[in-house]
């Protein structure tokens, strides 16, 4: 029988990083998305010097920025430093205009409820020169007052749909995701299952921005995506994703667990093209695309890295609808998989992309 979330496709709040323990911890397997915020730090130096309205920053008595789905750390804090660091030397060089009066520095640091707010506490410099505050909430709805934000940052984090869409697990719709757990190598119905609700989640985090950002504020968009014309199975994430659902099957061939619930089991995640995010940026409206990069990263060079990376994003979601027993002997089996398939999962796709949205000035 299913469970109320899988009747409705939401997963509440089963998303990563909810692993606390050795080698699942995300503080300690998320050096892939390091890697990404070290590579952004240059391109938001640029953004906010050539950018960021000097108005901006003559007109705010606290510069406040958001960083929307930072988990616990260390990523966002140095995201955040990046950020702060960038505006403040902007600040420097409008002293005079600014009557030697720099804004206060007000950082929200947003995430689902479940985040471990206090472990991200815990590990912000003491001698940071902002004021902190968690946010907790979806960044798929209002978080913010109106015209009460500056700069917003996300990295890794829009890729997680604000959950499974509906059709994937109705046994009677054309879009039935039976035996697999992700779109990538499924029928024409899944995909555009996955894109409509992906659409419907950006509409609902442009729209939520859009009022929360004051005209002339910059977002920093960072998300793992596929180039323009790639086909999502030639995708690396997606092909690690597909590997763990032929795992789950595995075990179910074993009947460990039931192919039923395996059927009831999808991730919600999508990966962009930027035609994509461009679709929905227009739609929207409320911004302008003031900058688009590529952020290609390498593979992590052995198969145990990529298994417990993973393990990491999704071993709490797992758990709440496998249990707990199953977990040690789903990773042997993925991390054999990733082994076995290392040399063909080399020549996958692994690309981030790097948006620079501004609010525009009316509607
Ligand atoms: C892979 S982690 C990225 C963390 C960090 N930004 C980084 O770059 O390392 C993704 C984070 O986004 C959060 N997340 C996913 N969907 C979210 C949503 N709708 N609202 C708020 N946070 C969300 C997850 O809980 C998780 O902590």
Known sequence: MALAAEETGI??????????????????????????????????????AEKLDKEILLSSKTFCIADLGCSVGPNTVLAVQNIFEAVESKCQYYLHELNS?????????NDYTSNDFNLLFTSLPNDRRYYAAGVPGSFYGPLFPENSLHFVHSSYAIQWLSGVPKEVMNKNSPAWNKGKIHYSKSGDEVVLAYKAQCDKDMEQFLQARAKEIVCGGLMVLIFPGVPNGTHHSQSLPNMILELLGSCLMDLARKGIISEEKVDYFNMPT??????????????????????MEGLPLP???????????????????IKLHFGEKILDELFDCYRKKIDENFSILKSGNLVNFFFLLKRRAAN
Request: with cysteine.
């Open 101 to 109: 009066q720099i804004p206060d520095f007000q950082v929200f640091f």
């Open 11 to 48: 997963l509440q709040e089963a998303y990563p990083t909810k692993a606390r323990d050795g080698l699942s911890n995300y503080a300690n397997s998320s050096t892939h998305e390091r890697k990404a915020t070290v590579f952004a730090k240059e391109l938001i130096k640029t953004a906010i």
């Open 299 to 317: 593979l992590p060079s052995d198969s145990s890295a990529v298994a417990s990376h993973l393990r990491a994003a999704v071993e709490g979601m």
């Open 270 to 291: 999508y990966l962009m093209s930027p035609k994509e995010l461009e679709a929905a940026v227009e739609r929207n409206g409320c911004f302008t695309i003031e900058g």
